[in-house]
């Protein structure tokens, strides 16, 4: 009877890389000038972003008669774009906390580009409940300090505020937890950095200098952090489903959507990070470092978190129709037969049907195929929330406010505005630091011994032994 001889696994870091192979291929896209293609899209993304800075004073100065809003659709693209964004941006803190808790190595490969993408991201949605309030001087109020309005400071029962709390404290541990991963990395590029660059450095990295008891420090935080972050990875996007859960308005009022908006908030930013790591890899030349075990491994949580949001709409149409309650019935018709039906149509093919592509493994390794799909994801998760918003309030109970609602101008310029300042925040970011965690790299490649499988491994393991 022959033996069962076990697989080797994949190398999560291909051709055989000593440590300094590591640091040049990770630190020379900071070093070198920037390519004419980084010039062009940083010139695209800026004016995006400056077509959003005249469309937000527009508003500010005209105020929100400038948007389509009519007296029975009071939402419209402003909380669909805030609650797509903070979706996209829950994928760093779970690859970042959650991953690293349960020791998946793969995670070190994409992590680093994950949380700068979280961050912007949330900048992003912060940017609409200040502004969709009308009075954006009105933001001021929308925080808890003492004031002459003695004990009455914020309504908290209000789930717009619980926002605020939640996307507040999400940015603020997740900042700290991205930061704190840069610092080892910010030190190595300040031993490779000369005259004022090499000052810049220094004072990024909070004086490292790699002792062990820096590492010690360093690794505590990280794990610490983690822990304070998972739960957020829950309850955040819990609680923004609540601005709608916690109404009466039939379509919205119902216990589902807190998993569902998890589930489908991991579905989008995965599909974000996908989105952004295969135009990084191939422009920077890091596709030894993310590989195709990378990208099959976060189609899986793709597939996983898509199917689970299928799931989810059948049950909103199973649970209406076996109520038995008329309106939630008529809701749920409206959506998928309603004169919004285009968008409940484009939402069920890009989110229910086009992920079941990555149960083929050859789909799930292919390049092409994973970016159309991450492309296609992120158009399906902002249908959904349109659905949600748009849909749901264009049918009230009066027929006669019965309404349709289309973006003007200055909305689509806001959004556009968005996507400016995010590309152009991720674009400064990969220009600055490393795209890669390189102490990161080099760790779980120490780790990884004997199981390392490169062309140059035996070269590697002679290099690396001490």
Not at 314 to 322: D, K, Q, R, V
Not at 397 to 410: A, G, I, Q, R
Request: aromatic letters at 18%; hydrophobic letters at 50%.
């Amino acid at each position: 009877m022959s033996a069962v001889v076990s697989p080797i696994r994949e190398p999560l870091v291909n051709g055989g890389k000593t440590y300094h192979q590591i640091t040049e291929d990770i630190c020379s896209p900071t070093e070198r000038a920037p390519s004419p293609m980084w010039i062009a899209a940083f010139i695209v993304a800026v004016a995006c972003l400056g077509f959003g800075v005249a469309s937000i004073l527009w508003t500010i100065w005209q105020g929100i008669g400038t948007w389509d809003l009519n007296r029975t659709i009071g939402w419209g693209w402003d909380i669909t774009n805030f609650v797509w964004w903070v979706g996209i941006g829950h994928a760093g803190t779970l690859i970042s906390a959650i991953l690293l808790l349960f020791r998946q190595k793969w995670r070190t490969g994409v992590n680093r580009a994950a949380e700068a993408m979280t961050i912007f991201a949330v900048i992003c949605a912060a940017l609409f409940p200040g502004i969709h309030m009308g009075r954006i001087w009105l933001a001021f109020f929308i925080f808890p300090y003492p004031n002459t309005r003695g004990p009455l400071w914020v309504n908290f029962n209000s789930p717009l505020l619980w926002d605020v709390f939640a996307i507040s404290t999400y940015f603020t541990v997740s900042l700290l937890f991205w930061y704190t991963g840069l610092v080892p990395d910010f030190a190595t590029v300040r031993d490779r950095a000369k005259g004022f660059r090499k000052k810049v450095y220094n004072f990024l990295s909070f004086g490292w200098t790699g002792k062990a008891k820096h590492w010690q420090r360093w690794e505590a935080l990280s794990l610490i952090l983690a822990g304070l972050a998972t739960p957020l990875v829950l309850s955040v996007h819990t609680i923004v489903s609540f601005d709608f859960a916690t109404s009466v308005i039939p379509g919205w009022h119902t216990t589902i959507f807190p998993p569902y908006f998890v589930a489908g908030a991991i579905f989008s930013g995965f599909a974000m990070v996908q989105t952004l790591m295969l135009i990084t890899r191939k422009v920077l030349k890091l596709e030894d470092y993310i590989t195709v075990a990378h990208i099959e491994s976060m189609n899986k949580v793709i597939l996983l978190t898509g199917t689970i949001v299928g799931v989810a709409y059948l049950t909103e149409l199973f649970i209406a129709w076996y109520s038995g309650y008329v309106y939630e019935q008529f809701a749920f018709y409206n959506r998928a037969m309603g004169i919004y039906w285009w968008s409940y149509v484009g939402m069920m093919a890009c989110n229910v049907l086009s992920p079941q592509i990555f149960w083929f493994k050859k789909a799930r390794r292919s390049i092409f195929v994973t970016f159309f799909m991450s492309i296609f994801v992120n158009i399906g998760m902002w249908f959904e929330r349109f659905v949600i918003i748009a849909t749901t309030l264009a049918r009230d109970y009066l027929p006669s406010s019965w309404s349709y609602y289309t973006p003007t101008w200055v909305e689509i310029g806001i959004y556009v505005g968005t996507l400016g300042i995010f590309f152009t925040l991720y674009l400064i970011f990969v220009r600055v630091a490393p795209v890669v965690a390189i102490a990161e790299i080099k760790s779980i490649l120490k780790s990884a011994g004997d199981q390392y499988t490169g062309p140059n491994a035996q070269k590697h393991h002679e290099e690396n032994k001490h």
